[in-house]
Antibody, heavy 120, light 111 residues
Framework: EVQLVESGGGLVQPGGSLRLSCAAS????????MHWVRQAPGKGLVWVSRISGDGSNIAYVDSVKGRFTISRDSAKNTLFLQMNSLRVDDTAVYYC?????????????WGQGTTVTVSS | QSALTQPASVSGSPGQSITISCTGS?????????VSWYQQHPGKAPQLIIS???NRPSGVSDRFSGSKSGNTASLTISGLQADDEADYYCSSYADSTTPYVFGAGTQVTVL
């Protein structure tokens, strides 16, 4: 079964750090570009970051540049998001999702999400 | 402010058809055939229902269809059912430092 399972969310104070993980199974991880998409409470979806299958191509939304770092471990089929200097407006459910290399530019599988709350 | 513009809400009676619009620019919707649509029920992860403007993934009902004209894409739900009550988001690949953009979402209500 194709599956993405996020973990690592929690409550953190402003200025703090968290590392999210996304464990992939049931497919060839290296052939998919992996993404993080977030959703603030009661709000819409926002694309956050993406990494290519070989890890060489990375992009971020402007609001997280310099604070968040995306990475992947092909040996462990796991995607990461290191979040530093967290702000209150980073509070959201964070989803990982995949897009097939050379494919439709659509996320066909999503994780269940992990909740990040930034509050003092 | 979202890059793509969707109506905040659309409603219809069971069995009716509704259409949700998604308006962008020549840098996103108008420039690429990479518009996708997602259905999200409360408390759940989004689910892909349309990719590449009009392609339905395996397992998605043929009551969902997509199209595009210029800078505006559309999602049509025909034969509206109670389970179609959800939020719907459009997304497009974009010629930008932010390669993917979303609409703000449309809440569909089945009357």
């Amino acid at each position: 079964e194709v599956q993405l399972v996020e973990s690592g969310g929690g409550l953190v104070q402003p200025g703090g750090s968290l590392r999210l993980s996304c464990a992939a199974s049931g497919f060839t991880f290296s052939t998919y570009w992996m993404h993080w998409v977030r959703q603030a409470p009661g709000k819409g979806l926002v694309w956050v970051s993406r990494i290519s299958g070989d890890g060489s191509n990375i992009a971020y939304v402007d609001s997280v540049k310099g604070r968040f770092t995306i990475s992947r471990d092909s040996a462990k089929n796991t995607l990461f998001l290191q979040m530093n200097s967290l702000r209150v407006d980073d509070t959201a459910v964070y989803y990982c999702a995949r897009i097939k290399e050379g494919g439709s530019r659509a996320w066909d599988v999503w994780g269940q999400g992990t909740t990040v709350t930034v509050s003092s | 402010q979202s890059a793509l513009t969707q109506p905040a809400s659309v409603s219809g009676s069971p069995g009716q058809s509704i259409t949700i619009s998604c308006t962008g620019s020549s840098s996103d919707v108008g420039g690429y055939n990479y518009v996708s649509w997602y259905q999200q029920h409360p408390g759940k992860a989004p689910q892909l229902i349309i990719s590449e403007v009009s392609n339905r993934p395996s397992g998605v009902s043929d009551r969902f269809s997509g199209s595009k004209s210029g800078n505006t894409a559309s999602l049509t739900i025909s034969g509206l059912q109670a389970d179609d009550e959800a939020d719907y988001y459009c997304s497009s690949y974009a010629d930008s430092t932010t390669p993917y953009v979303f609409g703000a979402g449309t809440q569909v209500t089945v009357l």
